[in-house]
């Protein structure tokens, strides 16, 4: 069991990162260690809770789409999970600066082409900008090869 929350994100600027796949991965992960973990799908294609569902139900899932709403529901949602997993969208949009505010690590997945390592770096720099406006550090950045 992990030792206390987190909230990670998947977080990339560009589609097609594997960001809903190992969202899934993750939050599997952290339940098979014994810890509540909550996957939110702020992607608008959906894809990772979707995925959950079928692949790991013991994983709960939730939906949010509006980057607004965000800000009041992840305090109430730390309240009663361990651990909360979030699949960004594929795009510097709001709901991505949103996330990235929230997030204790957020997590860029990259590939080996230049597209992606451009996109990564734009993204680390939003997470940067990020931790400017908290103020505590956070998020941590990691980037997954």
Do not use: Y
Not at 101 to 110: E, K, M, R, S, Y
């Amino acid at each position: 069991m992990l030792c206390c929350w987190v909230i990670f994100s998947l977080n990339q600027i560009k589609g097609g990162t594997m960001k809903s796949s190992f969202s899934v991965h993750l939050a599997g992960f952290i339940a098979e260690q014994g810890s509540s973990v909550l996957l939110l799908d702020c992607d608008p294609l959906q894809a990772s809770s979707l995925w959950a569902r079928k692949a790991c139900p013991q994983v709960k899932t939730l939906t949010q789409d509006d980057p607004d709403k965000l800000f009041d529901l992840v305090p109430s949602l730390v309240k009663r999970h361990d651990h909360i997993v979030i699949d960004g969208p594929g795009s510097a949009s709001e709901m991505t600066r949103a996330i990235l505010c929230l997030t204790d690590i957020a997590i860029i997945p990259v590939g080996p082409s230049n597209s992606d390592l451009r996109a990564a770096d734009e993204t680390s720099i939003l997470a940067m900008k990020a931790s400017g406006l908290r103020g505590d550090g956070k998020p941590t950045v990691v980037w997954l090869p």
